[in-house]
């Protein structure tokens, strides 16, 4: 399985929805883009003297570690749809391999196989991101949503990164909870609320679109700060091979129709 590359649930595209271009080199830009603030601003943060930062500043900085933190995430998931780099599927698995190590320790073809999982029966008891249990519970489904994806050689490799960097780089430890630990668990907790949560979760309206999900009704600039448009859910599922930050185009489109 190189890619997730399901057929929209409608016969016929409408004229706002523009097929990924095998020659738009936009996708791996911004995926570059992302890569190198994350690399920049993880560094700068781990050997900042924070005796020396004011506290409002150094919140400030998990909040933006947090949501670049995000943004591996969402690339990775973008190259599972094939839409980082389309003209060459190698290359745009590896930046999906390579995003998913350096946000969790992934195993790319994993994640791969269980997403395929999760957009073909999407809110089902075949679906491992959905949790049926009675009150939809928001912190039962984020620990078994966890539990589905998180193994003991994760737990491993963290240990052994954290040895490297505390013992062997002379990292401080509170700059690694701070800047790479709190705010890995905090970007997990903003997927699964804006990507899972908020759109799969079922109400007594019931859902709306034959994807059973939704869309987060959030305007654009906000929808990007949530979580790089991953709230407008309904219009990824049924669009798939949309890029994350083509989502704004679908979602005002589908409003108009």
């Known amino acids: 399985m190189s890619q997730i590359n399901l057929v929209s ?13 095998k020659n738009n080199n936009k996708g791996i830009f911004i995926a570059c883009i992302i890569l190198v603030l994350w690399t920049i ?37 973008d190259a599972m749809h094939g839409v980082v780099f389309p003209q060459n599927p190698k290359v745009n698995n590896w930046i999906g391999k390579i995003f998913v190590l350096l946000y969790g320790l992934f195993p790319y073809q994993e994640l791969l196989k269980k997403h395929c999982l999760h957009h073909r029966y999407p809110s089902t008891k075949d679906d491992p991101d959905f949790y049926d249990n009675q009150y939809q519970n928001f912190f039962a489904w984020y620990f078994n949503f966890i539990k589905s994806y998180w193994s003991w050689k994760q737990h491993l490799g963290f240990i052994v990164v954290f040895i490297i960097l505390r013992y062997v780089l002379n990292i401080l430890q509170i700059n690694l909870i701070l800047f790479w630990v709190i705010p890995s668990i905090c970007s997990s907790i903003q997927l699964f609320y804006f990507g899972t949560f908020l759109p799969h979760r079922r109400l007594e309206s019931g859902y709306t679109s034959v994807h059973q999900t939704r869309s987060i009704a959030l305007p654009i600039f906000w929808s990007f700060i949530s979580c790089y448009h991953f709230g407008y859910h309904k219009e990824h599922h049924e669009y798939p091979n949309v890029p994350w930050w083509r989502l704004p185009e679908v979602y005002k489109g589908m409003e108009e129709v």
């Open 41 to 77: 601003t993880i560094t700068l943060f781990l050997l900042l003297n924070i005796s020396k930062i004011p506290i409002i500043l150094i919140f400030l900085g998990m909040l933006w570690q947090t949501f670049i933190y995000t943004g591996l995430f969402i690339t990775a998931h």
């Open 9 to 21: 649930s409608q016969s016929k595209k409408p004229d706002f929805i523009i097929n990924t271009e």
